[in-house]
């Protein structure tokens, strides 16, 4: 039991991590325009946001959600106690909140396949990238594909593919309008409380795919927060450290989204009653990141010679 727990929690910790960093590059970017003073402000209590009141409260909200007939109490005990009437209660919303949380994660995967500027790890990437205009098709048919058998089983499960899809497109918005704002976060049109501001909506607004993700792991809620709140603190440590080493993996990113992809597949199928060993998922979380690290280290060695 407690090897199954340390290999979950390294698990979420990892994925985290992987999956924020466009979160610590965005804010090493901001930080570099702003004063020692407000630096310090955002690490110490950017920090007890990030860990204690986003990825903290987040995944109760989540759960919650998943569970409309229990209040937001009753949610919160299930993490400290075995009362059964409630545990069992949780334990039947699995499917939905798995296949809403799966639906997202690999919407997020297709999005950034298909339309993102990114470093190719391979060439096929480049192929689908410039034929990106296909991911609203395909995106539309896989939920329709998605709702068709999900009515077979329950209307309500139709109802979480919808709104895991609906998720995504809302931070999804969020995300891009981050990207068009970034260049008044870099220049001196705004505030630096402004600035601490907005780097704390954006985390609130990254943190949400670490956080779906982690259910792919574990519905243990503390177990969720114990791994997200440490690869919190990782991804604050690259955003202190700077771009430099960050940069020095250029490849992460990559290994980021196929490990949220695959997430998100394994999710779905588990929402459909498929069922998969307690380590596959931090398996996957780090062969990906080590082969990732490995293409980055190989491109790192040639550009060198």
Known sequence: MILQIIIVVIG???FEVISSVDNAVVNAHVLKTMNEKYRKIFLIWGMFFAVFVVRGLLPFIIVW???????FLQVFSVAFSNDPAITGYVEKSKPFLLLGGGVYLFFVFLGWLFLEEKKYAFAV????????????????????????LSIKASPM????????ASAFFITDGFKKNAETKEKDLLSSKMSAWSKLIYLEILDASFSIDGVIGAFAFTISVPLIILGNGLGAFVVREFTIRGLDLINKFAYLKNGAMYSIGVLGAIMISESFGFEYPFWLAPFITVSLL??????SHKENKLLLK
Do not use: D, K
């Open 12 to 14: 979420l910790c990892l």
């Open 65 to 71: 959600v998943a569970n409309p007939a229990l209040s």
């Open 125 to 148: 990437e480049g192929f689908i990238h410039r034929r990106g205009f296909w991911f609203y098709a395909i995106a539309s048919v896989a939920l329709t594909a998605i709702v068709y």
């Open 157 to 164: 499960l139709a109802l979480a593919a919808t709104i895991g």
């Open 290 to 295: 080590v082969f990732f690290l490995w293409l």
